[in-house]
């Protein structure tokens, strides 16, 4: 196992349960729980503390959904990263689970924002939560081999909001967001403006760098939904799951987060001549794991 040399980011963070569960054990899940969870279709609210102001963030979830994939994959003390932090969500939802963590993002404005989610909401466990401002790409300096148990985000989804809001699925069409470009940032390492070809490729070298971080059988669950370009259908899910496979990750599971529920407004679209299902109505949560030496 590598000790942390030649690691030039070196973070001084714990990893180790706190729990009394079993070795084998993949989580602190009493059987009721568990059984509750093994249903393939998820759907969530947003609460309070959430951030939907697209101003402040475009792309979040919930911090119901991060906090449930936390604690379906992790133990308590245990560690998890997130390659692409954006608002913070999964170091609040981390915070309330008791579980360590630590969060990238290139953009230091979404790192304060982190901040002062962190410090608004502090509660007095044992855990510690942290957002840095790097490239995901770098994160392997960050972190010993086989220190870590989740790697759980939601990264760019390659140019889909890098072009200007038309609203086509919007009953509100001439709402404030008509023609606005909701991108994080036009950075050249920035994922978000890549094409889905390279943006496939920047994603399995930057999994594949972390990918011997992970615990053996660690899970790895990334959040997409596919896109439309051009009247054609992007499957962004598709592309990731190729690419992670070629990168030595397995597939293990692929859950529906449904968010009917929270979709309003829908305008109508397509309508006689060009049947398309709304992007926005449900998106992937594609698990991966480390697979068993
Ligand atoms: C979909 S958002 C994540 C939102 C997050 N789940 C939340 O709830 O706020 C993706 C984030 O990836 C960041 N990003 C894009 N390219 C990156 C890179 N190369 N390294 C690190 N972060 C990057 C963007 O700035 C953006 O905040």
Sequence with gaps: MDVGINKKNLLDISYERLCQCKPSNINCLTAKEWLR????????????????????HPATFPISLAKKVIELFTHM????????????TTLVAAMDANRNAVGFDLQSSYI????????NGHLHNMSKQ???????????EYFKEETVSLIWTSPPYANLLNRQRKN?????????????????????????????DDYTIAMGDIF????????????????????WWENERITIHISLVQELRRRGYELRNIIIWDRTNIVNKIGIFGWPSNYITMGV???????????PK
């Excluded at 942290?130 to 392997?140: E, G, L, R, S, Y």
């Design 130 to 140: 942290t957002p840095i401002q790097d490239d995901a790409k770098n994160i392997h």
């Design 77 to 88: 003390g245990e560690l998890v990263v997130d390659p692409f932090v954006g608002s913070g």
């Design 112 to 119: 304060e924002l982190c901040k002062t989610r962190l410090t």
């Design 37 to 56: 969870n093994q249903l393939g279709v998820w759907q969530f609210t947003y609460e309070k503390r959430d951030i939907r102001d697209k101003s402040t």
């Design 168 to 196: 086509k699925s919007r009953r509100d069409r001439k709402n404030e967001q008509l023609d606005k470009v909701e991108q994080y940032s036009q950075d050249e390492r920035d994922l978000g403006i890549m094409s889905i």
């Design 281 to 291: 109505t449900f998106e992937y949560l594609l698990d991966f794991w480390r697979p």
């Design 208 to 227: 594949e760098s972390m990918l011997p971080l992970l615990k053996p059988k660690a899970h790895c669950v990334i959040n997409v939904p596919d896109m």
